[in-house]
């Protein structure tokens, strides 16, 4: 019984203390973190890959015209994956280090909107005939199974651009 | 033997009952099998052949086939193989025999296929709703295809789960809604006369924490329905994922444990020791609980050559202290006292009831998926089943304990043979539509389970996923019976329990014995607590 008790006291003193002192100090995370997700808009070329593998389902993709591609993103729903960053052809997603991400100012902070201009295509001006792939992915139960339908309550409402 | 052999048996046994078996690979047997057959070929199995109860899982096939697919799963750990028998129900009769009193560890799962599938098994001893909320109505079965996605039923006030009425003479004793020392939501009436337990209810669910186990667990049982080949290196990364898991897994539960028994000495010391894997696991995956590294195909991220040193570095600094440690527990008196010879689960019970990983070993049964039905690297490794018979508290820690060392060791073992590659499998085409394959993954808790049935568009069209707290859950109140009061939290907490499941506030009238359940609004009204919207 002693013997048990001395180990353990060993056990205990040896390290000394291990407490941090963040949040006072900054504490960084090591490696590859996946921290928020950033969107670089001057790279995102529309493309939806990042829509089509979100397994949070939580990017949106509308055509409001010929030439203008809607994305609109509700962070509140990202599990920090990481897989749009993986797909993005541009690099336009970076995995970042901030992970303090808390915010009082309620759900408006947590909506990121962009709009991509699109070329229209010289030869035919709509290469796929609708419903396409893309529009294919916005489907209730396939991605989109919540995002459009949010009602009164809806997030989309209070719109910040990113 | 093997699947084909398992199967051929049946086969014999049953004749034309038996509609027709195949297998997939040498491991995995299916068989369809007419639906009054149900509970022979489930005794048959179970008394017969020696395979053990896993889950049972409902499809609507209406469109396909024009009926209810009822599944039970068995396992067959001697042989390797693991049995999938179909059965398929007429939708104008939604009825099926119930395997409950031939083989009771399907109690739960055939309660809940009749929740969201609704085809009721007949004869089942205690057929109450397990997963629905109390409100839900009793004519929509959420996993119906004619059921309409995201459908929101309106909520009813003052509804509440039937409840087990306590033996003639014994008081209940609530635990819970929100079980004081784990800091999760699970509730638990227990029976008592005096400080002694005579009988327990239940009502809770899932277990989800072990997050590299069921992504690993679903990705395998897609590669497999789909023929995909895995690369070896990402075989062995998911190997070593799967062993840091358990290691911080185990670390916490010992932790845990001895908050709950009042010694926080070991909780402090054995969160201090993980803490440096979790920050290992971050360097690795990028996130220290989320990994996020599986997909169908292989993983997502390498371990580099260069990070080896320090992967070895962090587990051996914790195999140390591991070892100090566990070299001072037998000798301790506050632990053993509290843990020996409380919360007794024979070998018998945790058989018919199906536990699974360290509860079962704790109680003498030999089983590990690791083992039993290697995957990922498994087959290659040294894998020691740690087993102990004494079945009581302290068994399923002296379990845990040397399990903890013994994935260091298999750490290691990965470590210095992984060989180099790809780490993800090419996938150029669609994935074939119609095919099922069955995978499990030993978590730290016990056996994961997933079930596929493939469909069209890359999307599965069934799947099902028993989770090992499931299974060990349904060991509680026989586990109870007979303990002391003080010793309830521990023989809980000693099965790793993950609860994700909320539950009521149950007020007991010491005058009267009376009973009642307090709704939300009631509840908030009395405690005037603020909705938090």
């Not at chain 2, 440096?276 to 989320?290: A, D, F, V, Y």
């Amino acid at each position: 019984m002693i013997a048990s008790k001395l180990k353990e006291a060993i056990l205990s003193l040896r390290p000394g203390r291990v407490t941090l002192k963040y949040p006072f100090e900054p504490h960084d995370p090591e490696g590859d973190f996946r921290g928020y997700p950033e969107l670089d808009t001057d790279k995102c070329i529309g493309c939806g890959g990042c829509a089509a593998v979100c397994p949070a389902r939580l990017i949106m993709i509308q055509d409001i015209d010929q030439n203008t591609r809607r994305l609109v993103r509700l962070l509140e729903r990202c599990i920090f994956c990481g897989r749009c960053a993986d797909v993005c052809p541009e690099d336009a997603i970076t995995m970042t280090k901030r992970f303090e991400l808390s915010t009082d100012s309620g759900r408006e902070d947590m909506v990121a909107e962009c709009e991509v201009f699109m070329a229209t295509c010289q030869r035919c001006t709509r290469c796929y005939e609708p419903p396409t792939p893309l529009d294919r992915i916005m489907e209730p139960g396939f991605r989109d199974d919540e995002i459009k339908r949010g009602g009164q309550d809806s997030p989309y409402e209070p719109v910040k651009s990113e | 033997m093997n699947a084909q052999q398992l199967g051929e048996n049946v086969k014999q046994k049953f004749g034309a009952k038996v509609i027709d078996f195949e297998t997939l690979g040498s491991d995995q047997l299916y068989v369809t099998i007419s639906p009054d057959s149900l509970v022979e070929v489930a005794e048959y199995l179970y008394r017969n052949e020696g395979c053990r109860y896993v889950i049972n899982g409902g499809t609507d096939r209406r469109q396909q086939r024009d009926a209810f697919l009822i599944t039970h799963f068995f396992a067959q750990d001697e042989e390797k193989i693991y049995v999938a028998i179909h059965t398929e129900v007429e939708p104008d009769n939604p009825q099926v025999d119930s395997i409950t009193p031939v083989v009771p560890a399907a109690n739960w799962s055939e309660r809940e296929t009749y929740d969201m599938i609704g085809v009721v098994p007949v004869g089942h001893p205690d057929p109450r709703r397990l997963v629905l909320a109390d409100d839900w109505p009793e004519d929509l079965f959420p996993l119906r295809y004619d059921v309409e996605h995201g459908v929101k039923p309106p909520p009813v006030e003052g509804l509440a789960p039937e409840r087990l009425e306590p033996p003639e003479g014994a008081s209940v004793v609530p635990i819970g809604p929100y079980f004081p020392v784990l800091e999760e939501p699970a509730y638990f009436r227990v029976f008592v006369e005096g400080e002694t337990v005579v009988g327990a209810d239940y009502r809770g669910f899932y277990c989800g924490i072990c997050g590299y186990v069921h992504s690993c667990s679903y990705c395998q049982a897609v590669e497999r329905a789909a023929g995909i080949e895995v690369p070896e290196r990402a075989e062995y990364i998911r190997t070593i994922m799967l062993e840091l898991e358990r290691l911080e897994s185990h670390m916490l539960w010992l932790g845990i444990a001895g908050h709950i028994i009042g010694f926080d000495t070991v909780l402090m010391q054995t969160w201090r020791m993980r803490e440096p894997l979790m920050w290992l696991c971050e360097r690795i995956s990028g996130n220290r609980k989320t990994y996020g590294m599986n997909l169908v195909g292989g993983v997502r991220r390498d371990i580099k050559p260069e990070m080896y040193d320090d992967v070895r570095n962090v587990i051996d600094k914790i195999g140390e202290e591991w070892a100090e440690l566990a070299g001072a527990i037998p000798g301790d008196t506050t632990l053993i006292t509290r843990l020996q010879g409380t919360g007794i689960l024979t070998t018998e019970t945790a058989r018919e009831l199906g536990a699974a990983g360290p509860t079962a070993r704790g109680s003498g049964l030999a089983i590990d998926v690791r083992v039993d039905h290697p995957y990922a690297a498994y087959d290659r490794l040294e894998v020691t089943k740690c087993v102990h018979d004494s079945c009581d508290n302290l068994a399923r820690v002296l379990v845990r304990i040397e399990e903890t060392l013994d994935s260091i060791k298999i750490i290691h073992q990965a470590l210095d043979e992984m060989p180099d590659g790809p780490i993800m499998a090419e996938i150029d085409e669609e994935l074939p539509a119609g095919r099922q394959a069955m995978s499990a993954v030993e978590a730290p808790r016990g056996e994961v389970f997933h079930w596929v049935l493939t469909g069209t568009e890359n999307r599965p069209e069934r799947w099902r996923v028993r989770a090992p707290t499931y299974a060990n859950l349904q060991n509680v109140p026989p586990m109870l019976e007979g303990n002391a009061l003080a010793d309830v939290p521990i023989s809980i907490g000693s099965y790793d329990p993950c609860f994700s499941c909320t539950e009521r506030m149950e007020v007991v009238d010491v005058n009267s014995g009376q009973v009642r359940v307090y709704t939300e609004e009631e509840f908030r009204a009395e405690y005037d607590q603020p909705r938090d919207e």
